[in-house]
């Protein structure tokens, strides 16, 4: 099966200006996650996504941190003004719909968006 | 809330010989651990996850892992490293109670394997 598509892989940008990724999950994935990984940590999780409902976005910037997944497929994370500090990787993930509680469905990782803000 | 330390940032071996990458946890409920590898310009793929069955753990590419309860550990090891075991690797740990999906990832340990 396909596995999770992002674009573009790589952008350039300098600070102030705006910026906007694209997730295509895994088909029939309700979950859709996207990520913030800075060099040199782990991912840090900006927002969860079941269907087109925002489940979790405890740790997204909403000062200049938008995402939107409109049709409960594919999902748009956008950055308006960005920083310096937002140079990072931003991986897009997916999982199938939890129906256990306690019961793990794996994450899909896409390649991700490596932005450096200049 | 959970974390994970990893305490290695750099881990270098030779080809053949064994590979250990150390995960310590912190959870304030049983925790769901997983170790997860990423490859240069590639996703994160899983490698393995414990979700309170066996407490060792085998994954894929012959990598296994062992939860130990009384240390907090979760450390990844393989008998025997192959050039294309050099990647990041992450330890992940979820409190799993309501959201097993609410991952927190360690800083990873670049896995070097010299031939």
């Known amino acids: 099966e396909a596995g999770v598509a992002q674009s573009p892989r790589y952008k350039i940008i300098e600070k102030r200006q705006s910026v906007a990724f694209w997730c295509n999950p895994i088909s029939g994935h309700a979950t859709l996650y996207w990520y913030q990984q800075i060099l040199g940590q782990g991912p840090k999780l900006l927002i969860q996504?079941?269907?087109?409902?925002?489940?979790?976005d405890s740790q997204l910037p909403k000062d200049r941190f938008s995402a939107e997944r409109l049709k409960g497929v594919d999902s748009t994370l956008k950055i308006q003004p960005a920083k310096l500090e937002d140079s990072a990787v931003y991986l897009c993930?997916?999982?199938?719909?939890?129906?256990?509680?306690?019961?793990?469905?794996?994450?899909?990782f896409g390649p991700g968006t490596r932005l450096t803000v200049l | 809330a959970q974390s994970v330390t990893q305490l290695d940032s750099h881990v270098s071996v030779s080809e053949g010989t064994p590979v250990l990458l150390r995960c310590n946890y912190s959870s304030s409920y049983s925790p769901s651990l997983f170790w997860y590898v990423q490859h240069p310009n590639k996703g994160l793929q899983l490698l393995l996850k414990y979700t309170s069955a066996a407490t060792l753990v085998k994954g894929i590419n012959g990598f296994e892992a062992e939860f130990k309860k009384s240390e907090t550990s979760f450390h990844l090891t393989k008998p025997s490293a192959h050039m294309s075991d050099a990647a990041e690797y992450f330890c992940v740990v979820s409190e799993g109670l309501y959201n097993n999906n609410d991952m927190r990832f360690g800083a990873g340990t670049r896995l070097t394997v010299k031939p």
């Open positions: 993930a997916s999982s199938s719909l939890r129906v256990v509680a306690g019961t793990y469905n794996e994450q899909f």
């Open positions: 996504f079941q269907n087109n409902g925002v489940v979790d």
